[in-house]
């Protein structure tokens, strides 16, 4: 599942990225590497970023940056690492 696609209030943890260079470096340099848990906080009124939480520091991300992240859901909601 790509983290664009996660419901609020749910938390993932990081598989792979699917992009390469700049963008590449800015999602691993925001802590979106491989094993790490996500949770879903809020979503703007449009929609567009939504709030996550990632190492303990709440982060908005658009949607353009989220689909390049592909994460398996955590079904019971951990303590974000």
């Not at 949770?39 to 703007?44: D, E, F, L, N």
């Amino acid at each position: 599942m790509k983290l664009t696609n996660i419901p609020i209030g749910k938390s993932g943890k990081v598989m792979r990225l699917t992009c390469q260079g700049q963008k590449r470096r800015r999602l691993l340099d925001l802590g979106l590497i491989p094993g790490t848990i996500v949770r879903a906080k809020q979503k703007s009124p449009f929609g567009d970023p939504i709030a996550f939480e990632i190492r303990g520091a709440t982060m908005a991300l658009r949607s353009e940056e989220t689909e390049a992240v592909i994460i398996e859901e955590v079904k019971k909601n951990k303590k974000v690492s």
